[in-house]
Protein backbone atom coordinates (compact mmCIF):
# COMPACT_ATOMS: atom_id res chain seq x y z
CA UNK A 1 0.00 0.00 0.00
CA UNK A 2 2.84 2.28 0.65
CA UNK A 3 4.89 1.86 -2.30
CA UNK A 4 1.06 2.21 -4.03
CA UNK A 5 0.34 5.64 -2.56
CA UNK A 6 4.51 6.68 -3.14
CA UNK A 7 4.19 5.80 -7.00
CA UNK A 8 0.65 8.21 -7.22
CA UNK A 9 2.61 11.11 -5.34
CA UNK A 10 5.30 10.67 -7.61
CA UNK A 11 3.78 10.77 -10.47
CA UNK A 12 1.69 13.61 -9.47
CA UNK A 13 5.05 15.67 -9.22
CA UNK A 14 6.11 14.61 -12.48
CA UNK A 15 2.93 15.78 -14.08
CA UNK A 16 2.74 19.02 -12.22
CA UNK A 17 6.90 19.31 -12.74
CA UNK A 18 5.53 19.35 -16.60
CA UNK A 19 2.73 21.32 -16.05
CA UNK A 20 5.47 24.14 -14.48
CA UNK A 21 8.01 23.19 -17.83
CA UNK A 22 5.99 25.27 -20.32
CA UNK A 23 5.28 28.16 -17.49
CA UNK A 24 7.61 31.81 -17.60
CA UNK A 25 9.02 33.96 -14.69
CA UNK A 26 7.67 36.98 -14.07
CA UNK A 27 8.72 39.58 -16.17
CA UNK A 28 10.15 37.09 -18.46
CA UNK A 29 7.14 35.18 -19.69
CA UNK A 30 4.02 36.35 -21.72
CA UNK A 31 2.36 39.00 -19.78
CA UNK A 32 -0.88 38.42 -21.94
CA UNK A 33 -2.46 34.79 -23.47
CA UNK A 34 -2.49 34.29 -27.01
CA UNK A 35 1.57 34.99 -27.75
CA UNK A 36 3.39 32.60 -29.49
CA UNK A 37 6.49 31.63 -29.84
CA UNK A 38 7.29 33.46 -32.84
CA UNK A 39 5.99 36.81 -30.44
CA UNK A 40 8.65 35.96 -28.28
CA UNK A 41 11.09 35.78 -31.28
CA UNK A 42 10.52 39.42 -32.23
CA UNK A 43 10.20 40.99 -28.93
CA UNK A 44 13.59 38.96 -27.80
CA UNK A 45 14.74 40.24 -31.69
CA UNK A 46 14.16 44.36 -30.35
CA UNK A 47 15.16 44.21 -26.79
CA UNK A 48 18.91 42.86 -28.37
CA UNK A 49 18.57 45.75 -31.16
CA UNK A 50 16.76 48.74 -29.22
CA UNK A 51 16.57 49.73 -25.48
CA UNK A 52 14.11 51.34 -23.38
CA UNK A 53 14.36 55.29 -22.85
CA UNK A 54 16.59 56.18 -19.60
CA UNK A 55 14.17 58.16 -17.17
CA UNK A 56 16.46 60.49 -17.42
CA UNK A 57 19.88 61.52 -19.61
CA UNK A 58 22.70 62.16 -16.90
CA UNK A 59 25.68 63.78 -16.76
CA UNK A 60 28.71 63.38 -14.11
CA UNK A 61 30.14 66.73 -15.09
CA UNK A 62 26.78 68.51 -15.00
CA UNK A 63 24.59 66.76 -12.38
CA UNK A 64 21.20 67.39 -12.52
CA UNK A 65 19.88 68.91 -9.25
CA UNK A 66 15.90 70.66 -8.91
CA UNK A 67 17.32 74.29 -8.31
CA UNK A 68 19.26 73.90 -11.51
CA UNK A 69 16.24 72.38 -13.61
CA UNK A 70 14.40 75.44 -12.30
CA UNK A 71 16.59 78.12 -13.71
CA UNK A 72 17.27 76.33 -17.06
CA UNK A 73 13.51 75.98 -17.33
CA UNK A 74 13.77 79.89 -17.29
CA UNK A 75 16.40 80.53 -19.49
CA UNK A 76 14.65 78.19 -21.86
CA UNK A 77 11.42 80.06 -21.92
CA UNK A 78 12.90 83.64 -21.69
CA UNK A 79 13.06 86.03 -24.62
CA UNK A 80 15.54 87.85 -23.17
CA UNK A 81 17.85 85.31 -24.10
CA UNK A 82 17.67 86.93 -27.51
CA UNK A 83 19.01 90.22 -28.50
CA UNK A 84 15.20 92.10 -29.30
CA UNK A 85 13.60 89.85 -27.48
CA UNK A 86 11.49 87.75 -30.35
CA UNK A 87 13.03 84.05 -29.57
CA UNK A 88 13.69 81.96 -26.87
CA UNK A 89 14.76 78.83 -27.25
CA UNK A 90 11.09 77.33 -26.99
CA UNK A 91 10.56 79.51 -30.13
CA UNK A 92 12.38 76.85 -32.32
CA UNK A 93 11.54 74.06 -29.83
CA UNK A 94 8.42 74.28 -29.14
CA UNK A 95 7.60 71.70 -26.33
CA UNK A 96 4.09 72.00 -26.71
CA UNK A 97 4.20 70.66 -30.31
CA UNK A 98 6.91 68.13 -29.42
CA UNK A 99 10.14 69.84 -28.91
CA UNK A 100 9.69 71.66 -32.63
CA UNK A 101 7.82 74.45 -34.48
CA UNK A 102 7.03 72.39 -37.50
CA UNK A 103 8.74 74.71 -39.43
CA UNK A 104 11.58 73.68 -43.01
CA UNK A 105 13.90 76.02 -41.03
CA UNK A 106 13.47 78.32 -37.92
CA UNK A 107 12.65 82.25 -37.59
CA UNK A 108 15.44 83.58 -35.90
CA UNK A 109 15.48 87.24 -33.59
CA UNK A 110 15.79 89.15 -36.47
CA UNK A 111 12.98 87.76 -38.89
CA UNK A 112 15.35 85.92 -41.03
CA UNK A 113 15.17 82.20 -41.40
CA UNK A 114 18.13 79.71 -40.15
CA UNK A 115 19.69 76.82 -42.54
CA UNK A 116 19.10 74.13 -41.41
CA UNK A 117 15.72 72.17 -39.73
CA UNK A 118 15.10 72.85 -35.96
CA UNK A 119 15.33 69.43 -34.23
CA UNK A 120 13.45 68.18 -31.49
CA UNK A 121 14.89 68.51 -28.43
CA UNK A 122 13.65 65.84 -26.51
CA UNK A 123 15.22 62.55 -25.97
CA UNK A 124 18.10 65.11 -27.52
CA UNK A 125 20.16 64.74 -24.47
CA UNK A 126 21.42 61.12 -25.44
CA UNK A 127 22.89 61.98 -28.47
CA UNK A 128 26.37 60.90 -29.06
CA UNK A 129 26.60 64.62 -30.42
CA UNK A 130 24.45 67.69 -31.15
CA UNK A 131 23.42 69.49 -34.10
CA UNK A 132 23.01 67.82 -38.08
CA UNK A 133 27.32 68.27 -38.83
CA UNK A 134 27.85 67.00 -35.27
CA UNK A 135 29.83 69.96 -33.90
CA UNK A 136 28.97 70.27 -30.52
CA UNK A 137 29.72 66.60 -28.18
CA UNK A 138 26.58 67.48 -26.03
CA UNK A 139 23.88 69.56 -25.02
CA UNK A 140 25.47 71.61 -22.45
CA UNK A 141 27.75 72.70 -25.40
CA UNK A 142 24.90 73.30 -27.94
CA UNK A 143 22.95 75.30 -26.24
CA UNK A 144 25.39 78.37 -26.19
CA UNK A 145 25.54 78.03 -29.57
CA UNK A 146 22.06 79.37 -30.80
CA UNK A 147 22.16 82.62 -28.32
CA UNK A 148 25.24 83.84 -29.96
CA UNK A 149 24.23 83.37 -33.89
CA UNK A 150 23.65 86.04 -35.81
CA UNK A 151 20.35 84.84 -37.65
CA UNK A 152 18.75 82.82 -34.33
CA UNK A 153 18.87 84.98 -31.09
CA UNK A 154 21.88 87.66 -32.24
CA UNK A 155 22.93 88.52 -28.69
CA UNK A 156 26.29 90.24 -29.33
CA UNK A 157 28.71 88.23 -26.99
CA UNK A 158 28.73 86.33 -23.83
CA UNK A 159 29.24 89.58 -21.93
CA UNK A 160 26.09 91.34 -23.34
CA UNK A 161 23.92 88.63 -21.93
CA UNK A 162 25.37 87.97 -18.81
CA UNK A 163 24.85 91.37 -17.95
CA UNK A 164 21.33 91.44 -18.58
CA UNK A 165 20.61 88.62 -16.59
CA UNK A 166 22.71 90.13 -13.53
CA UNK A 167 20.51 93.20 -13.96
CA UNK A 168 17.33 90.73 -12.67
CA UNK A 169 17.30 90.48 -9.19
CA UNK A 170 15.31 86.92 -9.99
CA UNK A 171 18.03 85.40 -11.59
CA UNK A 172 20.69 86.37 -9.44
CA UNK A 173 18.66 84.36 -6.60
CA UNK A 174 18.19 81.69 -9.23
CA UNK A 175 21.86 81.13 -10.08
CA UNK A 176 23.22 81.64 -6.80
CA UNK A 177 20.67 78.54 -5.69
CA UNK A 178 21.88 76.16 -8.72
CA UNK A 179 25.29 76.99 -8.25
CA UNK A 180 25.71 77.07 -4.72
CA UNK A 181 29.63 76.48 -4.39
CA UNK A 182 30.38 79.29 -7.46
CA UNK A 183 31.91 82.93 -6.02
CA UNK A 184 30.03 83.95 -9.57
CA UNK A 185 27.46 82.40 -10.16
CA UNK A 186 25.85 83.91 -13.28
CA UNK A 187 28.48 83.10 -16.01
CA UNK A 188 28.14 82.05 -20.02
CA UNK A 189 28.81 78.36 -18.96
CA UNK A 190 26.12 78.32 -15.71
CA UNK A 191 23.41 79.56 -18.38
CA UNK A 192 24.63 76.98 -20.93
CA UNK A 193 24.38 74.06 -18.17
CA UNK A 194 21.25 75.35 -16.45
CA UNK A 195 19.85 74.53 -19.82
CA UNK A 196 21.50 71.71 -20.68
CA UNK A 197 20.21 70.56 -17.46
CA UNK A 198 16.15 71.28 -17.81
CA UNK A 199 16.71 69.53 -21.22
CA UNK A 200 18.26 66.50 -19.61
CA UNK A 201 14.87 66.08 -18.20
CA UNK A 202 12.56 65.78 -21.60
CA UNK A 203 12.75 62.40 -21.77
CA UNK A 204 9.17 60.39 -23.46
CA UNK A 205 9.15 57.36 -22.75
CA UNK A 206 6.12 55.62 -25.21
CA UNK A 207 4.21 52.32 -25.59
CA UNK A 208 7.48 50.87 -27.23
CA UNK A 209 9.51 51.04 -24.00
CA UNK A 210 6.69 49.13 -22.05
CA UNK A 211 7.00 46.55 -25.65
CA UNK A 212 10.86 46.40 -25.00
CA UNK A 213 10.23 45.68 -21.38
CA UNK A 214 8.16 42.71 -22.11
CA UNK A 215 4.58 44.35 -22.52
CA UNK A 216 3.90 42.15 -25.80
CA UNK A 217 0.43 43.72 -26.44
CA UNK A 218 1.69 47.14 -25.74
CA UNK A 219 2.15 47.14 -29.45
CA UNK A 220 -0.99 46.42 -32.23
CA UNK A 221 -0.49 43.81 -34.20
CA UNK A 222 -0.11 46.61 -37.03
CA UNK A 223 2.92 48.29 -35.25
CA UNK A 224 4.65 44.80 -34.59
CA UNK A 225 4.86 44.05 -38.17
CA UNK A 226 5.82 47.36 -39.00
CA UNK A 227 9.02 46.63 -36.62
CA UNK A 228 9.74 43.85 -38.03
CA UNK A 229 9.78 45.07 -41.57
CA UNK A 230 12.03 47.98 -40.14
CA UNK A 231 14.40 45.44 -38.66
CA UNK A 232 14.37 43.32 -41.76
CA UNK A 233 14.27 46.08 -44.49
CA UNK A 234 17.99 47.57 -42.88
CA UNK A 235 16.76 50.80 -41.05
CA UNK A 236 18.25 49.28 -38.00
CA UNK A 237 21.88 49.99 -39.63
CA UNK A 238 21.79 53.49 -38.77
CA UNK A 239 18.68 53.51 -36.21
CA UNK A 240 18.72 51.25 -33.20
CA UNK A 241 19.65 52.01 -29.92
CA UNK A 242 17.09 53.84 -27.04
CA UNK A 243 16.69 56.56 -29.33
CA UNK A 244 16.78 54.61 -33.10
CA UNK A 245 19.46 56.89 -34.24
CA UNK A 246 21.42 59.90 -32.86
CA UNK A 247 24.44 58.26 -32.35
CA UNK A 248 26.31 57.91 -35.64
CA UNK A 249 27.10 60.15 -39.13
CA UNK A 250 25.61 58.55 -42.30
CA UNK A 251 25.70 59.93 -46.16
CA UNK A 252 21.98 61.16 -47.07
CA UNK A 253 21.90 59.53 -50.40
CA UNK A 254 24.11 55.91 -50.29
CA UNK A 255 22.88 55.20 -53.46
CA UNK A 256 21.28 57.96 -54.96
CA UNK A 257 21.24 61.75 -54.54
CA UNK A 258 18.95 62.89 -51.79
CA UNK A 259 17.89 66.28 -53.74
CA UNK A 260 16.75 64.14 -56.87
CA UNK A 261 14.13 62.53 -54.35
CA UNK A 262 13.42 65.46 -51.65
CA UNK A 263 13.59 68.13 -54.39
CA UNK A 264 15.63 70.28 -51.85
CA UNK A 265 15.34 74.24 -52.59
CA UNK A 266 19.13 74.50 -51.30
CA UNK A 267 22.07 72.58 -51.55
CA UNK A 268 23.04 71.49 -48.10
CA UNK A 269 26.61 69.27 -48.32
CA UNK A 270 26.52 68.46 -44.73
CA UNK A 271 29.49 68.02 -42.64
CA UNK A 272 31.70 69.43 -45.78
CA UNK A 273 30.66 72.45 -45.06
CA UNK A 274 32.39 72.17 -41.31
CA UNK A 275 34.92 70.08 -42.07
CA UNK A 276 35.94 70.72 -45.62
CA UNK A 277 36.56 67.15 -46.53
CA UNK A 278 35.69 65.75 -49.93
CA UNK A 279 34.47 62.79 -47.84
CA UNK A 280 32.31 64.69 -45.82
CA UNK A 281 29.73 65.64 -48.53
CA UNK A 282 26.14 64.97 -47.69
CA UNK A 283 27.05 63.75 -44.39
CA UNK A 284 24.71 64.36 -41.55
CA UNK A 285 23.75 63.24 -37.97
CA UNK A 286 21.19 60.12 -38.08
CA UNK A 287 18.65 62.02 -36.09
CA UNK A 288 16.78 59.97 -33.62
CA UNK A 289 12.97 58.60 -34.48
CA UNK A 290 11.35 59.51 -31.03
CA UNK A 291 8.25 61.67 -31.72
CA UNK A 292 9.11 61.13 -35.11
CA UNK A 293 5.54 61.32 -36.23
CA UNK A 294 5.33 64.55 -34.46
CA UNK A 295 8.01 66.24 -35.51
CA UNK A 296 7.34 67.00 -39.30
CA UNK A 297 8.89 68.20 -41.57
CA UNK A 298 11.93 66.14 -42.20
CA UNK A 299 15.02 65.69 -43.08
CA UNK A 300 17.70 68.44 -42.48
CA UNK A 301 16.22 71.25 -44.73
CA UNK A 302 12.57 70.26 -43.73
CA UNK A 303 11.70 69.44 -47.59
CA UNK A 304 9.21 66.47 -46.76
CA UNK A 305 6.37 67.22 -45.25
CA UNK A 306 4.51 63.84 -44.94
CA UNK A 307 6.07 61.05 -42.88
CA UNK A 308 5.12 58.31 -45.69
CA UNK A 309 6.81 59.85 -48.41
CA UNK A 310 10.08 60.18 -46.11
CA UNK A 311 10.51 56.49 -45.52
CA UNK A 312 10.00 55.69 -49.18
CA UNK A 313 12.85 58.15 -50.00
CA UNK A 314 14.94 56.79 -46.68
CA UNK A 315 14.46 52.95 -48.62
CA UNK A 316 15.49 54.28 -51.98
CA UNK A 317 18.40 56.64 -51.50
CA UNK A 318 19.58 54.49 -48.41
CA UNK A 319 18.87 50.99 -49.00
CA UNK A 320 18.26 50.86 -52.55
CA UNK A 321 14.56 49.33 -52.20
CA UNK A 322 11.68 50.43 -53.64
CA UNK A 323 9.30 49.68 -50.70
CA UNK A 324 5.80 48.36 -51.04
CA UNK A 325 2.69 50.68 -49.98
CA UNK A 326 2.35 47.43 -47.25
CA UNK A 327 5.75 48.16 -46.16
CA UNK A 328 5.73 51.86 -45.63
CA UNK A 329 2.57 52.04 -44.20
CA UNK A 330 3.68 48.93 -42.09
CA UNK A 331 6.85 51.18 -40.74
CA UNK A 332 5.15 54.43 -40.20
CA UNK A 333 2.47 52.30 -38.04
CA UNK A 334 5.63 51.28 -35.98
CA UNK A 335 7.20 54.97 -36.17
CA UNK A 336 3.66 56.09 -34.34
CA UNK A 337 4.30 53.66 -31.13
CA UNK A 338 7.70 56.01 -30.69
CA UNK A 339 5.29 58.79 -29.72
CA UNK A 340 5.78 59.71 -26.31
CA UNK A 341 4.40 62.15 -23.91
CA UNK A 342 6.49 65.75 -23.11
CA UNK A 343 6.80 66.34 -19.73
CA UNK A 344 3.66 68.08 -18.19
CA UNK A 345 5.85 70.26 -15.88
CA UNK A 346 8.30 71.31 -18.70
CA UNK A 347 5.35 72.52 -21.16
CA UNK A 348 4.44 75.09 -18.24
CA UNK A 349 6.01 78.57 -19.06
CA UNK A 350 7.40 79.53 -15.68
CA UNK A 351 4.98 82.41 -13.83
CA UNK A 352 7.63 85.31 -13.86
CA UNK A 353 8.02 84.57 -17.63
CA UNK A 354 4.40 84.29 -18.52
CA UNK A 355 3.96 87.86 -16.28
CA UNK A 356 6.15 89.91 -17.61
Not at 285 to 290: A, E, F, H, S, T
Request: hydrophobic share 40%.
Amino acid sequence: MKKTATLILLAVAFLAACNNSDKHEPGKGDPAPGITNADRELLQRAQETFQPLPAIASNAQNPITDAKVLLGQHLYYDTRLSKTGNNSCNSCHNLATFGVDNLPTSKGDNGGFGGRNSPTVLNAALHTFQFWDGRAKDVEEQAGGPILNPVEMAIPSKDFLIAKLKDIPAYRDMFKSAFPAASDAVTYDNVQNAIAAFERTLITPSAFDKYLSGDHKALTSEQRIGMKTFMDVGCIQCHSGSNLGGAMFQKFGVFADYRDWTHSKTNDQGKLDLTKLSADKDVFKVPGLRNIAKTHPYFHDGSVADLKEAVKIMGKVQLNKDLSEAQVQGIVDFLGALTGEVPAEAKKVPEMLAAK
